[in-house]
């Protein structure tokens, strides 16, 4: 899949991303591949890495085993177990 959608990347399309460059759009899935973690988040990875910084805010925990970045979660963890326990809950 990573290969089917490089190839369309590397056509370097303005139709396929207007507001993010293919390398970058190659660069994220790259970074997903290399350390094994979602699409969205080789994004981020790609994204700090384009604008030469290191902080990324974000709840996802998995990207702190990211060297590359430092991990920033602006909110508090009581916060995020009181979100979790209202979604579990919706779901039911």
């Keep these: 899949m990573k290969n089917v959608l490089e190839g369309f990347l590397r056509t370097k399309s303005p139709a396929l991303y207007s507001q993010v460059s293919p390398e970058l759009a190659i660069d994220s899935l790259d970074c997903a591949t290399v350390y094994n973690v979602e699409p969205w988040d080789g994004f981020l990875i790609a994204l700090a890495r384009s604008l030469e910084t290191r902080m990324v805010y974000s709840m996802d925990e998995e990207l702190a ?20 326990a209202w979604i579990k809950k919706k779901k039911q």
Excluded: A
């Excluded at 085993?65 to 508090?76: L, T």
């Design 65 to 84: 085993k990211v060297k590359e970045i430092v991990v920033v979660n602006p909110f508090p963890k009581d916060k995020i177990r009181e979100y979790h």
